[in-house]
Nanobody, 114 residues
Framework: QGPLVESGGGLVQAGKSLRVSCKAS???????????MNWYRQAPGKQREFVAS???????NYADSVKGRFTISRDNSRKMIYLQMNDLKPEDTGVYYC?????WGQGTQVTVSS
C-alpha cells in the first residue's frame, strides 16, 4: 500500500450522500498529527482542483463549490481523514485524491448520476 490510501467512492444519485476516507497507512501517529491534510478532485478532461483541507488543530477550509455540502474531518488516533459529501451534484463527479504536501493517494472514483 501507498502512504495515503483512499476508499469509499462509488456511484450515487444526485442529492444523495457519500463519505470517502483516507488512511495514512505508513505514518506513525506523531507524524500524522502534525500535517495539514487535503482532498482534491479531478473531473474528466479537467485539472485537479482543491476541495477541502484540515489542519493539525482541525481548522478547515473549503472550495466555494462545496461549502455547506461537504465536511472534512480527521481521526488522529486512526490516522484517517474523511470527506462527508451531502447533496451531491453531477458536477461533483471525479476522482477524489487525498494529499499531504507532495504526497498523493491513488484516488477513489465518485460518480454522481442526474
Amino acid at each position: 500500500q501507498g502512504p495515503l490510501v483512499e476508499s469509499g467512492g462509488g456511484l450515487v444519485q444526485a442529492g444523495k450522500s457519500l463519505r470517502v476516507s483516507c488512511k495514512a497507512s505508513r505514518d506513525i501517529l506523531s507524524t500524522f498529527v502534525r500535517y495539514t491534510m487535503n482532498w482534491y478532485r479531478q473531473a474528466p478532461g479537467k485539472q485537479r482542483e482543491f476541495v477541502a483541507s484540515i489542519t493539525s488543530s482541525h481548522s478547515t477550509n473549503y472550495a466555494d463549490s462545496v461549502k455547506g455540502r461537504f465536511t472534512i474531518s480527521r481521526d488522529n488516533s486512526r490516522k484517517m481523514i474523511y470527506l462527508q459529501m451531502n447533496d451531491l451534484k453531477p458536477e461533483d463527479t471525479g476522482v477524489y485524491y487525498c494529499n499531504r504536501e507532495d504526497t498523493w493517494g491513488q484516488g477513489t472514483q465518485v460518480t454522481v448520476s442526474s
